[in-house]
């Protein structure tokens, strides 16, 4: 019988078959989880028309009614098998987005996201309920995911595993489930908020946590550290000892991918499962601690600490505990659990996690690539214009682009500073200048003049449009309160400029990154002039915001009415030159941000020139009391 069933993605996967490229999605539902299965599958990427290729039967080539952006026709190239497809792509021909992988390809050309629903005909296949070769369309999911933490205890940095700790996150009124598994021949016990289980050997204690896990069945793995320590550690004692490690669903084993070259992270593949760490989620969610450890920042989102602090010897503490008082350890293994819990919860990192993965189509559990992300949304739309895209490595080595442009600042002791910012300047000027790679390569009549010769279609582009769209979500967002859904999409829309100036991008281009960088340049150097001709001082000046000073004659009512007219006049000043100048609707949006009633700007250490990025000033606090705002860098950036 057929059935249609809502849900939310995963994890993702491909395999070579001799039937084809098997595509393999997991997914939370209301009703537990969801294996599909895509099977015959075939890999494709593009080919110059006009490029000789003599390639074996495996491999078929047809035409098809698509151009290489800013180049020639394609063909289109067909695989059975992706490991074809990756040898041709090593033999040196040159290839269009031969580097999409196959499940990538299935969800983007779908435009799924994350949220999916799935018609077909469900079999039982492992105790995990599969649809195998169903219809696969995007759909919109809020998904209530279950989440647990993970933390092990060894011996120092020895292969000696001596306990293992989940907590499932708390949901609702169901009861925590946590259990600690700890090496021992002591009985077991119920501790406070949870079970404490001893085996004889780290073969049994594994099998047994491994068991549990299948019993309470997370959709998250969550821990600090954790694909780099806890499950990296895992993986290797299973493999030592040979025992799976099975902590993926349907009975699928895991595996920790080491990285290919230095400084790149360690990967978790876990079928059915996504793994979420607390450390790379604040980063990417740029939250600021002066350290990332898991002590000091409970300590700072909850007031509370670990059971055994930075002052002591912690490794020699673990020793003394397994040694003398396996309880205790049992303790301090299951408070780490907790506070990882805890500090998800305060943060809202689950709820920042998905919505990242609704808006960029990337993996819940991917950070990190802005690129891939842009490429999701922009491959299939591309697409559907008639053009495909080159490979990511065809722009190595490319030219860069100007920075964010900073004005000299003026030192001294102030009174009375406003701050007008121009909100998200980089994605407005691309939405107001139609900045955009096909917008770049198919001009068209009169297009819109950028920088370094660059030129713009005013009627073909398409980010402007996934930025208007984006916009409008995060106003919605703001009007709902929901704090992760904005910062989420005010993270995405301000990558963009920095993916189209990467090398690493496909689309990289000095010309479309110095139109937005170059055109910021201008943006802020006439509204300072502007500013200057209704007669006040611009202090200083970066990249999206200018400093005004008013002087002591202004107290702050009139303070405050004089940032809403200078707000209100550069907005109707800009609205008015951009109609005039280029005939466009002006996007760009100036804010009256801060009103500093003392405000210090240092000069450079030795010189009397003004500092850059390093200011103080006191602002009126919501209780009516002075504050003090330090600005030294971007490290002092904290989200809202």
């Known amino acids: 019988m057929t059935e249609s069933i809502e849900g939310y993605l995963l994890t993702r996967g491909w395999r070579d078959t001799p039937q084809g490229v098997e595509l393999t999605f997991w997914g939370a539902t209301k009703t537990g989880p969801v294996r599909i299965v895509v099977e015959e599958q075939e890999s494709v990427c593009f080919i110059n028309r006009a490029q000789s290729l003599f390639p074996p039967n495996r491999i078929r080539r047809e035409q098809r009614d698509l151009k290489l952006l800013g180049g020639d026709w394609v063909d289109a190239l067909y695989f059975r098998q992706q490991r074809d497809l990756q040898t041709l792509r090593q033999s040196g021909v040159e290839l269009a987005e031969s580097d999409v992988k196959p499940a990538d390809r299935y969800l983007m050309e779908r435009f799924i996201c994350a949220g999916f629903e799935v018609e077909g005909h469900a079999i039982n296949r492992d105790s995990v309920r599969t649809l195998v070769n169903p219809r696969l369309s995007e759909a919109d999911i809020q998904p209530a995911l279950k989440a647990m933490s ?22 609702g009124e169901q009861e925590a489930v946590a259990c600690v598994f700890m090496i021992g021949n002591a009985k077991d016990e119920q501790r406070e908020g949870y079970q404490l289980r001893y085996y004889a050997d780290e073969r049994s204690l594994l099998l047994a946590f491994f068991n549990w896990l299948e019993v309470v069945d997370p959709d998250l793995l969550i821990g600090w550290s954790i694909v780099n320590f806890d499950l990296d550690f ?7 000892i040979g025992v799976p490690f099975a902590i993926g669903r349907g009975n699928e084993a895991a595996a920790v991918l080491q990285p290919g070259n230095s400084g790149q992270p ?3 593949r876990v079928p059915g499962r996504a793994v979420l760490d607390g450390i790379a989620l604040l980063k990417a969610g740029f939250w600021a601690f002066e350290s990332f450890s898991l002590d000091n920042v409970a300590h700072v989102l909850l007031g509370e600490r670990k059971l055994i602090t930075p002052e002591q010897d912690k490794v020699a503490e673990i020793n003394r505990q397994f040694r ?7 303790d301090y293994n299951m408070r780490d659990c907790t506070l990882v819990n805890e500090i998800f919860i305060k943060a809202d990192l689950i709820p920042f996690a998905v919505q990242r993965a609704n808006l960029t189509g990337l993996a819940i559990d991917r950070l990190g690539g802005s690129v891939a992300a842009l490429d999701n949304l922009y491959l299939p739309r591309l697409h559907r214009q008639g053009f495909v895209a080159p490979d990511i490595d065809s722009n190595a080595g490319g030219l860069g682009s100007p920075g964010g442009y900073v004005l000299n600042s003026v030192p001294g002791l102030y009174e009375n500073v406003l701050v007008l910012d121009f909100k998200s300047l980089y994605p407005s000027i691309i939405r107001t200048f139609f900045i955009d790679p096909l917008g770049l ?25 996934l930025i208007e769209e984006l916009w409008q979500a995060r106003d919605a967002a703001k009007r709902d309160r929901n704090a992760p859904l904005s910062q989420a999409i005010k993270i995405i829309m301000n990558s963009f400029y920095g993916v189209l100036g990467s090398s690493g991008c496909r689309f990289h281009s000095q010309k479309l990154a110095s139109s937005i960088t170059l055109r910021g340049h201008e943006i802020i150097t006439k509204s300072r002039n502007k500013i200057e001709e209704f007669g006040y001082q611009v202090i200083y000046g970066d990249t999206d915001s200018l400093f005004v000073l008013l002087g002591p004659s202004y107290d702050s009512e009139s303070s405050q009415l004089t940032g809403q007219r200078l707000m209100n006049d550069l907005n109707t000043w800009w609205t008015k030159t951009l109609a005039e100048t ?30 850059k990025k390093r200011y103080a000033g006191l602002i ?6 002075p504050e003090l705002v330090v600005c030294q860098s971007a490290l002092n950036f904290h989200p809202v």
């Open 441 to 465: 390569a198919e001009p068209g009549e009169n297009p819109l003049p950028g920088f370094l010769d660059a030129a713009f279609s005013r009627e073909r582009h398409i980010l402007p449009g």
């Open 620 to 625: 009126t606090g919501g209780n009516g009391e």
């Open 150 to 171: 993970l933390d092990i205890k060894t011996r120092g940095h020895t292969d000696q595993l001596y306990s293992i700790a989940g907590a499932m996150m708390p949901a």
């Open 582 to 611: 280029y005939n466009i609707d002006c996007l760009l949006e100036v804010e009256f941000e801060t009103h500093y009633t003392r405000f210090l700007m240092p000069t450079v250490r030795g010189k009397q020139t003004g500092s």
């Open 324 to 330: 003398d008082d396996k309880p205790q350890l049992a």
């Open 234 to 240: 895992l993986d290797r004692k299973c493999r030592s």
């Open 266 to 268: 360690r990967i978790a």
